[in-house]
């Protein structure tokens, strides 16, 4: 079984930063892809972007050139961080990590999401 926690959520201005962290743990013996997703009140949860193995990323034209994604492979964490953050970007961040428990065991684990709120 693998656990995720996300953590960082937090109420910010309009225009100001934050940073979301994300730790897998349990059984995992390889991780192919982490990513962060977000869900808005009364929207369908989508995805803000993620980094693969091979660390390459990729991220919704929504938070193209604002959000950044890094992990630090060696302790299975995963950032996002977050700058010139916007109302619109108000919305619960999970994470999802997907990977291998063993050499035929595959997992897919979302945690259990961590909130940000843009106000002023």
């Known amino acids: 079984q693998v656990h995720v926690v996300e953590s960082g959520g937090d109420l910010v201005q309009p225009g100001g930063s934050l940073r979301l962290s994300c730790t897998a743990s349990?059984?995992?013996?390889?991780?192919?892809?982490m990513g962060w997703y977000r869900q808005a009140p009364g929207k369908q949860r989508e995805l803000v972007g993620f980094?693969?193995?091979?660390?390459?990323?990729n991220y919704a034209d929504s938070v193209k050139g604002r959000f950044n994604i890094s992990a630090a492979k060696n302790k299975n964490v995963l950032y996002l961080q977050m700058n010139s953050l916007k109302p619109e970007d108000t919305a619960a961040y999970y994470c999802?990590?997907?990977?291998?428990?063993?050499?035929?065991?595959?997992?897919?684990?979302w945690g259990q999401g961590t909130w940000v709120t843009v106000s002023s």
């Open positions: 999802n990590v997907q990977g291998h428990s063993n050499d035929v065991t595959t997992f897919d684990s």
């Open positions: 980094i693969t193995r091979g660390d390459s990323t």
């Open positions: 349990g059984a995992i013996f390889s991780i192919n892809a």
